[in-house]
């Protein structure tokens, strides 16, 4: 029996061993797989805030040109994305309107 007894207990040992080893590395692999997802979800909310800045910013631009009666501006950036982005720009810096845009941090 005693030898048994060595056997069984060397045997719940290893047992033991590679559970502790296991949940380690489960728990490792858990927190990775959190981080990525928080990453994920980061960056996902940082493009949605980023699209909403970005409809607003163009909203408020449009609105201005409206105002001012430059809707020659508006149809060409519509179509013209990089006379758009220099609008914007111009907008953002207040050299378009005189004023900085409010949306500006």
Excluded: H, P, W
Excluded at 5 to 14: C, F, H, K, R, S
Excluded at 30 to 58: A, C, D, S, V
Excluded at 70 to 85: A, G
Aim: proline fraction near 0%.
């Amino acid at each position: 029996m005693f030898g048994g007894q060595i056997v069984y207990t060397y045997a719940d040992e290893l047992l033991d061993q590679g559970r502790a080893e296991g949940m380690k590395l489960g728990r490792e692999e858990g927190r990775e797989e959190g981080r990525e997802e928080g990453r994920e979800e980061g960056r996902e909310e940082g493009r949605e805030e980023g699209r909403e800045e970005g409809q607003q910013l163009l909203s408020d631009l449009v609105k201005y040109l409206m105002d001012n009666n430059r809707f020659d501006d508006i149809k060409r950036l519509v179509d013209d994305s990089e006379y758009r982005d220099k609008l914007v720009k111009e907008y953002k810096a207040g050299t378009l309107c005189g004023e900085v845009y409010e949306g500006q941090e």
